[in-house]
């Protein structure tokens, strides 16, 4: 049971250009989500998906997109990248039976992004 | 919007004290209330999952209250240890679109 996997660990880009951040998860959960985490601030919802087929936004989704083709996989897309997008990236998946609502959230280890 | 607070930012403490960690909260309409830690250069490892419905959470030497009503959470580490060092997180939920976390306590537990 690997949990929740992210690759690339790092990655180097240039401004303006577009790369995909992978994701997957082993567990069968239905909500996936991805965050972004940066100094002196929270982790900040980018976008998230309650099931294959479905995404919406999260609380900073400009310059991101999503998709949900599996329960497993839930890539995000960095359209033309730019310098405020350097951030480390967490992927996140999680259980949410009981309430609309994620309940115990499963981390991947995450994917540091330097954009030049 | 919901606001997430964690006082202190860090904390320094001998091996085997026990010690409190603090999370206050904005909007107490929260579904429930985590707390992970994360290790330098790591992803986050829940801890423990608080209920709106709940109380309080243990496990182990953990324990985690819940108070909607004044806006704040405790995480409880009893007799901590060298290990216990990391950054305590926690993060309210108030559906899938808002989950709102705290910048962390940054710990260190000096054998």
């Known amino acids: 049971n690997a949990g929740v996997t992210q690759t690339p660990k790092f990655q180097v880009l240039k401004t303006g250009q577009s790369m995909t951040l992978q994701c997957a998860q082993d567990?069968?959960?239905?909500?996936m989500s991805w965050y972004r985490q940066d100094p002196g601030m929270g982790l900040r919802l980018i976008h998230y998906s309650v099931g294959a087929g479905i995404t919406d936004q999260g609380e900073v989704p400009n310059g991101y997109n999503v998709s949900r083709s599996t329960t497993e996989d839930f890539p995000l897309r960095l359209l033309s990248a730019a310098p405020s997008q350097t951030s480390v990236y967490f992927c996140?998946?999680?259980?949410?039976?009981?309430?609309?609502?994620?309940?115990?959230?499963?981390f991947g280890p995450g994917t540091r992004l330097l954009v030049l | 919007k919901q606001e997430v607070t964690q006082i202190p930012a860090a904390l320094s403490v001998p091996e085997g004290e026990n010690l409190v960690l603090n999370c206050s909260f904005t909007d107490s309409a929260i579904y429930n209330l985590q707390w992970f830690r994360q290790d330098p250069g790591k992803g986050l490892t829940s801890l423990l999952l608080?209920?709106?419905?709940?109380r309080e959470q243990t496990s182990g030497r953990l324990n985690a209250s819940l108070d909607k009503s004044s806006g704040r959470s405790t995480l409880y580490i009893a007799a901590s240890q060298p290990g216990d060092s990391a950054t305590y997180l926690c993060?309210?939920?108030?559906?899938?679109?808002?989950?709102?976390f705290g910048t962390g306590t940054k710990l260190q537990v000096i054998p």
């Open positions: 996140a998946s999680a259980t949410d039976r009981t309430t609309q609502s994620p309940e115990t959230q499963y």
């Open positions: 993060a309210g939920s108030r559906g899938y679109q808002k989950v709102t």
């Open positions: 608080i209920q709106s419905s709940q």
């Open positions: 567990m069968n959960h239905e909500y």
